[in-house]
Structure formats: C-alpha cells, structure tokens
C-alpha cells in the first residue's frame, strides 16, 4: 500500500496495465479501471443503479418466463 503522491491525471495513464483501487482506511471506496470503445453515456448508464435494477429484472424474467429471439420478434411484428 501506498500513499497518493501524483496527480489523479498521472494514475489514470497507468490504469491501460491494470486498475487502480483507492482506499481509505483500509477499505476500497473506488477504483479506476481502462475503458476500451466505450462512450461517456455508456459508462454512465452502465454504473446508474436504476439501469442496474431494469437489467436485474429483466434477466430474472427471461429466466423463468423465457423470451424471443430476433427472428421471433421480426415474426411476430410482420403478422400485424
């Protein structure tokens, strides 16, 4: 463990090898991680905790009721 002695802009060039977990007390309270063909919209909506919960959901769903392929959709949609 070490103390913070750079600019957060100087660990961030260095989180391309491996993420960096920033601690206080101990305790992990944050990390910086690369991010590779990301845009800032998905990042943000990757990290909301209501999108989480909508994913959380919508996964439990499709386990127990199942769910559509793409070409069941196309189907369905070209029968209206």
Known sequence: ???ATESLADYARGVARQALVVTLRGKPVAAL???KKA?????AI???PEFLKIIRKSRAS???RGGLTLGGIERRLRSK
Do not use: C, G
Not at 39 to 43: I, Q
């Open 1 to 3: 463990m070490s103390r």
């Open 39 to 43: 845009d800032m919209e998905s990042v």
């Open 33 to 35: 991680v690369p991010i």
């Open 46 to 48: 990757s990290t909301n």
């Open 62 to 64: 499709l386990r127990k």
